[in-house]
């Protein structure tokens, strides 16, 4: 894990007016040298802890790694234009389709 993830980790708490020990605290570890030992690489943030980081962060783990620059999660509105911007159009209309038939069934 590189410094950047706990670089994010320390800017967004800042941000957000949240300390390190109260992060350690919701992610059940000792606060004292938690993020100083993932700065020093001898030891990583386990994927579940980092889910629960950018959760509590209102991030993304993305974000995180630093695999994208977007720290905001995206809304729900923008995660659907995601799936569907690469849909075709016959896709779409199955789509509209299904959801119909089953909003009729109910």
């Known amino acids: 894990m590189s410094n950047i993830t706990t670089q994010r980790i320390r800017a967004l708490c800042t ?8 992060l350690c605290d919701q992610i059940g570890v000792k606060s004292r040298t938690y993020f100083q030992d993932i700065e020093k690489q001898q030891r990583q943030i386990p994927d579940d802890k980092l889910k629960i980081i950018a959760n509590i962060l209102n991030t993304t783990t993305d ?6 620059d977007e720290k905001n999660k995206p809304s729900l509105s923008g995660k659907l234009d995601l799936l569907l911007e690469d849909l075709s159009i016959e896709a779409l209309i199955d789509i509209k389709t299904t959801i119909e038939e089953i909003t009729l069934e109910d």
């Not at 941000?15 to 109260?22: A, H, M």
């Not at 974000?63 to 994208?68: N, R, W």
């Open 15 to 22: 941000e957000q007016g949240r300390s390190l020990k109260y």
């Open 63 to 68: 974000y995180l790694l630093g695999e994208t």
